[in-house]
């Protein structure tokens, strides 16, 4: 059974980088495969969710447009874990952050429980 947990600081500041850490227990991230990828998506207070962006396999990554220019993910494979940076946050970033197994189609099967940032000075 695969299991996700994201780990990082509730609170951040304006303009600072935002980073989460999603370790991934029961599978790992390098197993080969075209039926999923590792990725982050947040749900701001009272809206819907958004997907952030994921990491395959291999270590190909695809962003959200609207925000590539502030996101990177990271993996360390020895550690079985990939980690989101999000930087010149601003309160507009507050969210509940979810690391997930994006199996396509805006589906994921594996989600970890989230983890609530709010961003304020």
């Known amino acids: 059974q695969v299991q996700l947990q994201e780990s990082g600081p509730g609170l951040v500041k304006p303009s600072q980088t935002l980073s989460l850490t999603c370790i991934v227990s029961?599978?790992?991230?390098?197993?080969?495969?075209?039926?999923?990828?590792w990725g982050w998506i947040r749900q701001p207070p009272g809206k819907g969710l958004e997907w952030m962006g994921v990491?395959?396999?291999?270590?190909?990554?695809w962003y959200s447009p609207s925000l590539k220019s502030r996101t990177s993910i990271i993996r360390d494979t020895s550690k079985n874990h990939f980690s989101l940076q999000l930087s010149s946050v601003t309160p507009e970033d507050t969210a509940v952050y979810y690391c997930?197994?994006?199996?396509?189609?805006?589906?994921?099967?594996?989600w970890g429980e989230g983890t609530r940032v709010t961003v304020t000075s």
């Open positions: 997930i197994r994006d199996v396509g189609g805006w589906s994921y099967d594996y």
């Open positions: 029961g599978g790992s991230i390098t197993t080969s495969s075209i039926a999923y990828n």
């Open positions: 990491i395959r396999f291999d270590g190909i990554i």
